[in-house]
């Protein structure tokens, strides 16, 4: 399948970023089999393209995702264990394993309803930013089924115990202002402007190193689960793969315009990367 031929995704490219939309709105962007299959293709092929250098994943027309859907995915697929594996595969593979460890930044832009297993993709993006009168719910137990795939796993990782027991337990909506508040996205903001702070968010991203800020994203992820003695050897050996990896030699750019030229201060701003904005063809 290619990104050409979508039906239930709509990619839009703009100056480096690009916008990746579940394309449901009729369905309020619930998630069906083809709509899985589309965004893992569409994720692989965006992260080997030159034109991309930020994915913001979010829903077209108002809402984020209405989650599962619950009659493509869930009911028809019953009594189908082969199209329910290949569904069910797709469905983790690009809300999971791809986002997770994505080459280049991502961040869940919330809008509308976020619902139930929609929390995948906004937990396994980088960065979150809602609307503040989003709605968020994890509606799981209000109908007899656990917050599944990953979903409780990576909430319990991503915001405290008693927020996720509260909320999974519950059950209930709650908006943009109170997910900032628990940490389950980096900020809230008023709808009408959540398309240009997301944009905001992502030019900052992209003034960085891309390979300095991939092994950034890829420590902090991987040091949760270790220990200090396995993070000290971790962190000094992804150290020295920096060093192969960062075309702009960011380090020693860094410090000779901070020694030398004095002509930034490292606190305040990245160092003058050649080419800021374009996308990483380096890899
Ligand atoms: N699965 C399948 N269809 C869904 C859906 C879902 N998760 N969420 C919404 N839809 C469908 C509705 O069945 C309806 O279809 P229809 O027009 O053919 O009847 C359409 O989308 C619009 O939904 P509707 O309920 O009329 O919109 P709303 O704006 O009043 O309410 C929600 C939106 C999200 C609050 C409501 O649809 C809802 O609670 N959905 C279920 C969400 C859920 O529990 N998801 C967890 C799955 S893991």
Redesign the pocket.
């Known amino acids: 399948m290619s990104s050409e031929n979508l039906r239930s995704v709509k990619v839009e490219k703009e100056n480096g970023i690009t916008w990746v939309m579940l394309n449901r709105p009729?369905?309020?962007n619930?998630m069906s089999p083809q709509l899985h299959l589309e965004m893992d293709t569409t994720l692989a092929e965006l992260e080997t393209d030159p034109e991309t250098s930020v994915v913001v994943v979010t829903g077209a027309e108002g809402n984020f995702s209405?989650?599962?859907?619950?009659?493509t995915f869930f009911r028809e697929l019953e009594n189908d264990p082969a199209g329910r594996k290949r569904a069910a595969e797709a469905a983790n593979r690009w809300r999971w394993e791809r986002l997770y460890m994505y080459d280049k930044p991502t961040i869940a832009m919330v809008h509308g309803?976020c619902?139930?297993?929609a929390f995948m993709q906004l937990l396994a993006t980088d960065f979150a930013i809602a609307a503040e009168d989003a709605t968020f719910c994890l509606?799981?137990v209000n109908?007899g089924i656990l917050p599944g795939a990953l979903v409780s796993k990576a909430l319990v990782d991503t915001i405290l115990p008693r927020h996720a027991l509260y909320y999974a337990c519950l059950g209930v909506p709650f908006d943009g202002k109170e997910a900032a508040r628990i940490g389950l996205v980096n900020y809230a903001v008023p709808k009408a402007r959540l398309r240009e702070e997301t944009a905001a968010l992502a030019q900052k991203l992209m003034a960085k190193s891309p390979a300095v800020l991939r092994a950034t994203k890829q420590a902090i992820r991987s040091v949760r689960t270790m220990d200090f003695g396995q993070a000290y050897d971790y962190l000094a050996a992804k150290g020295q793969a920096i060093k192969v990896a960062d075309k702009e030699d960011s380090y020693h750019t860094g410090i000779r315009q901070f020694l030398d030229e004095k002509s930034y201060k490292p606190t305040y701003e990245p160092f003058r990367l050649k080419g800021a904005g374009k996308a990483d063809k380096t890899k």
């Open positions: 009729e369905k309020r619930a209405a989650g599962q859907d619950l009659k309803y619902v139930g297993g509606s799981e109908w």
